[in-house]
């Protein structure tokens, strides 16, 4: 069936077709006028939430998980097609759809489980910000948790410049993590073909339990429910036709900025696990599985100071992106479910408290070991919510009378559900065995 409720107002507002698309122009002029939200959507992937399920696999198993890597990335590329399909086509973002399709006690169930998984995902980068500040500036954890609330700020003075400002910001920071970690695996002299043979899948991923519990955590994981919300709302930021064509045209280049950034991803969150794999995996720092672990054996293993500041520089960026990314999802979650419109800054307070507060306490009465607890907490929660957020955005682009023409082909309506399928049961899977493990 079609839409039960009208839009009431344009998924955020105040950014809404404000990007110029030139009309008459070549193929990469357009392309750049597309090229950004994809790297927002990016930093979702390579948050510090991810860092440690990579670091473990890489120092236990070697380059064996890098087919997981590659698989969940193929994932993502998908499902982020999915939502800016559902953007461009419907005009509504995934949080606007979900209150015009379903009962209003519905909706309240999953806004509330998505301001849980924003929250959780927020608590996830300012303990990954505070970790960094501590790595390379010996700012103590407590400190470093409170110094994040200044992001609030960040976020809205580059708001109010344009969202092209925001968008340029946040990429610098991406391309800034890419470099560290470039410069990371150039040093640690991975062995080529070893590393090559990791993309190929192998049956002991399955038989080996503790492998398995591993590549569930990166396929889990990797999909972050706050990112399709975001998507779909961004891609609308884009002054394109909002014909039939400049639709389909618009889908196109979206599509491309997605996947491409999405590449990035891959490559960073391959990079962290090579990196593991090259330093640890072989010596007696094999059982390695936290950051800050990590992070205090690169310099004496690899022989250069700059391997930890690196290191650290990467983690105090990817963390500070992720919480800039988040700030948006909250207030088109916010805004799209409730048509509840709250002053940015309120949104962004109330979201940083509710994840600082517990931080704070965690670190100061139980440390750094208590801040690696609380990072897999959080994992856990984002992994609960992530059904929640899949399955709505495959009902709705599957529905020609939804998307009409943007509706998804037979092909990918099959796969997509295979997908989503393989998404639950892996989450089911992990937090299954993360509540009954000793």
Partial sequence: MSWRYERESNSLAESFSTVKVPQNAGF???FFAFFGPGLMISVGYMDPGNWATDIEGGAKFGYTLLFVILLSNFFAIILQHLSVKLGIATERDLAQACRGHYSKPVNFVLWLFCEIAIAAMDLAEVIGTAIALNLLFGVPLTYGVIITIIDVFIILMLQKRGFRWLEVFIASLVFLVLACFAYEVLIAQPNVQDLLSGFI????????????????????????PHNLYLHSS?????????TEKGKKEAIKFASLDSTLSLLLAFFINAAILILAAATFHGTPYSDIAD????????EPLLGTSLAGIAFAVALLASGQNSTLTGTLAGQIVMEGFLNLKIKPWLRRMITRLIAVIPAFFVTLFAGEKGTAELLIWSQVILSLQLPFAVFPLIQFTNDSSKMGSFANAFWLKIMVWIIGLIILFLNVYLVFHFFTAE
């Fill in 291 to 298: 950051i800050g672990d990590a992070h205090q054996m690169l």
């Fill in 234 to 242: 961004i891609v609308q930021t884009r002054a394109y036709q909002r």
């Fill in 28 to 30: 990469w002029r357009k």
């Fill in 201 to 224: 899948p192998k049956k002991e991923i399955i038989e080996n339990p503790q492998m398995l519990f591993i590549a569930v955590g990166i396929l889990g994981a990797t999909v972050m």
